[in-house]
């Protein structure tokens, strides 16, 4: 277990749809990490947050946003889905940032 | 660019070592993680190299050349729960990014 809690586990959903995961860091790690993985491909990282600020992003779509919030936890909200935004999506969490990503078990989203 | 390479995939025998490489060209380097996942789960963490040289950890060890921009991960001593997906990512302090390679599918025979 690596102390990073993602809900729900699996998502079931229309297109043009939106839904949020979520995800609850470590203790005491302040930064979160969203990735998301389709099926047999690598990680495409979204976006890092550190305490409370967005640090860094790397290639989400406008379609798709996050917040952290003051207790830590982290949201991604995907809206207007699409067929091809069914993908496992990974949070991670680290003390700082650049240190070691702890991964939760994910959020399968199967977009119908 | 940003740019890791490692190899698609990868066979090897049960009991044996492989050696998975990794190349990087990227804008800065402050580090190289070695992750391991498993089809369908989360990625765990295996090493993470910052200096130059051999850090070994149990039947795994982890090499790493900053001048040559080349890592590898060696597993010796190969088991049936080793077949896994091995991510090689460099950590650049610059903008706080972690790139990731596409990952190597390790499968392993009896």
């Known amino acids: 277990d690596s102390g990073v809690t993602q809900t729900p586990k699996h998502l079931i959903t229309a297109t043009g749809q939106r839904v949020t995961l979520r995800c609850s860091p470590r203790s005491g790690d302040l930064s979160v990490y969203w990735y998301q993985q389709s099926l047999d491909q690598g990680l495409q990282f979204l976006i890092q947050y550190y305490n409370g600020e967005e640090r860094a992003k790397g290639n989400i779509l406008e379609r798709f946003s996050a917040q952290q919030f003051p207790d830590l936890h982290s949201e991604l909200n995907l809206s207007s889905l699409e067929l091809g935004d069914s993908a496992l999506y990974f949070c991670?969490?680290?003390?700082?940032?650049?240190?070691?990503?702890?991964f939760g078990a994910g959020t399968r989203l199967s977009v119908l | 660019g940003q740019n890791i390479d490692q190899p698609t995939e990868m066979t090897a025998t049960e009991g044996a070592i492989v050696q998975i490489n990794c190349t990087y060209q990227t804008s800065g380097f402050n580090g190289l993680f070695w992750y391991q996942q498993h089809a369908g789960e989360a990625p765990t963490f295996l090493s993470y190299?910052?200096l130059d040289g051999l850090e070994e950890k149990g039947r795994f060890s982890s090499f790493l050349s900053r001048s040559k921009g080349y890592s590898y991960l060696l597993l010796k001593e190969l088991q049936m729960k080793d077949s896994a997906s091995y991510l090689c990512?460099?950590?650049?302090?610059?903008?706080?990014?972690?790139?990731w390679g596409a990952g190597t599918k390790l499968i392993i025979k009896p």
């Open positions: 990512a460099v950590y650049m302090d610059s903008n706080y990014q972690l790139i």
């Open positions: 991670a969490s680290s003390e700082q940032g650049g240190d070691i990503q702890y």
């Open positions: 190299n910052v």
